[in-house]
């Protein structure tokens, strides 16, 4: 197998004074992307959350230390306490992000971005969702797809974990893996995995002339957003909100056209994500709870 092809479609992060924390669930994915930074030479350490969600939790911890001590590397675990039930994908997502260590490299592929692109853009989740970028965490492996890892397993001769959530279709993700995307490129005749990835690249390059826009743009300042127009000011009013509201996805376009009318004074406050609203009082916006959240 040509491992040092694969290492030049890879994008680790620069190494540093500390080792790497990469996060290894014990997937194809996470497996192939420890065992690529060791054939790289890279100084890393292997983080491990358990979200006690699965009957073989502790089989699985067990394996990942396994691919540690086999790799020579420092494993460290984290361990955490979750409830199956509504929007569990978000809550476990949310558990892992706040465990793992700043910066963390996570092994998205090509195919897990892809998915992404869609799935934003299926929300209305504007320019900012389709660039599928996440700022929290380094992804080394969108330059490969999810057959190419599990090549890599095979290869290093480990046999994955497999997560039932990864089937399980209660979950849209899951869906859109395994029914949309197949239909798509059933319909098209093509792989649609690089077509989206391009198309996120190409959103890319526009948001990065809007970030350069909105750098100084205070998103409170109705003047301000007046002045800038629709498009910047979206985007600004856009990140505000789900900074400010700690949202799990980007706000969707409904939601800042509905901004949009309180910024242009149609109407002095609207409805926006997660039992939130945005008013505007004195030419300032404020975002608030919503009195029916209270």
Same mark, same amino acid.
Request: hydrophobic share 45%; proline share 5%.
């Given at each position: 197998? +040509?491992?040092? =092809?694969?290492?030049?479609?890879?994008?680790?992060?620069?190494?540093?004074?500390?080792?790497?924390?990469?996060?290894?669930?014990? #997937?194809?994915?996470?497996?192939?992307?420890?065992?690529?930074? !060791?054939?790289? /030479?890279?100084?890393?350490?292997?983080?491990?959350?358990?979200?006690?969600?699965?009957?073989?939790?502790?089989? $699985?911890?067990?394996?990942?230390?396994?691919?540690?001590?086999?790799?020579?590397?420092?494993?460290?675990?984290?361990?955490?306490?979750? +409830? +199956?039930?509504?929007?569990?994908?978000?809550?476990?997502?949310?558990?892992?992000? @706040?465990?793992?260590?700043?910066? *963390?490299?996570?092994?998205?592929?090509?195919?897990?971005?892809?998915?992404?692109?869609?799935? /934003?853009?299926?929300? =209305?989740? =504007?320019?900012?969702?389709?660039?599928?970028?996440?700022?929290?965490?380094?992804?080394?492996?969108? #330059?490969?797809?999810?057959?190419?890892?599990?090549?890599?397993?095979?290869?290093?001769?480990?046999?994955?974990?497999?997560?039932?959530? /990864?089937?399980?279709?209660?979950?849209?993700?899951?869906? *859109?893996?395994?029914?949309?995307?197949?239909?798509?490129?059933?319909?098209?005749?093509?792989?649609?995995?690089?077509?989206?990835?391009?198309? !996120?690249?190409?959103? #890319?390059?526009?948001?990065?002339?809007? $970030?350069?826009? *909105?750098?100084?743009?205070?998103?409170? +300042?109705?003047?301000?957003?007046?002045?800038? #127009?629709?498009?910047? !000011?979206?985007?600004?009013?856009?990140?505000?909100?789900?900074?400010?509201?700690?949202?799990?996805?980007?706000?969707? !376009?409904?939601?800042?056209?509905?901004?949009?009318?309180?910024?242009?004074?149609?109407?002095?406050?609207?409805?926006?994500?997660?039992?939130?609203?945005?008013?505007?009082?004195?030419?300032?916006?404020?975002?608030?709870?919503? @009195?029916?959240?209270?």
């Amino acid at each position: 197998m +040509d491992i040092r =092809g694969l290492l030049t479609r890879c994008a680790f992060p620069e190494p540093g004074d500390q080792p790497l924390a990469l996060g290894v669930s014990g #997937g194809a994915d996470s497996v192939a992307m420890a065992v690529l930074a !060791a054939e790289a /030479n890279l100084c890393f350490e292997i983080w491990h959350v358990d979200h006690g969600l699965r009957a073989t939790s502790h089989a $699985d911890v067990a394996r990942v230390e396994a691919l540690a001590d086999r790799l020579g590397v420092a494993f460290m675990l984290r361990t955490a306490t979750l +409830d +199956d039930g509504p929007d569990l994908e978000a809550r476990a997502r949310a558990v892992r992000y @706040s465990l793992l260590p700043e910066r *963390v490299c996570v092994a998205h592929t090509a195919d897990d971005r892809a998915e992404t692109v869609l799935m /934003n853009l299926l929300r =209305g989740a =504007g320019p900012t969702g389709v660039r599928a970028r996440f700022d929290r965490v380094n992804r080394p492996l969108l #330059g490969l797809r999810r057959a190419e890892t599990e090549a890599v397993c095979r290869w290093f001769g480990i046999d994955p974990v497999t997560d039932e959530h /990864n089937q399980d279709p209660r979950f849209t993700r899951v869906r *859109v893996r395994r029914e949309l995307l197949p239909l798509v490129a059933d319909i098209f005749d093509r792989d649609p995995v690089p077509i989206l990835g391009r198309h !996120a690249d190409l959103v #890319g390059g526009l948001l990065d002339w809007v $970030d350069r826009q *909105v750098i100084d743009l205070d998103p409170a +300042d109705v003047d301000q957003l007046l002045t800038a #127009g629709p498009t910047v !000011a979206g985007e600004a009013l856009r990140r505000w909100i789900q900074q400010e509201t700690n949202a799990d996805h980007p706000v969707d !376009a409904a939601a800042i056209t509905r901004v949009w009318s309180v910024v242009t004074g149609a109407v002095r406050a609207a409805q926006v994500t997660g039992g939130y609203r945005v008013s505007r009082s004195q030419g300032r916006l404020s975002i608030s709870v919503a @009195s029916d959240h209270g």
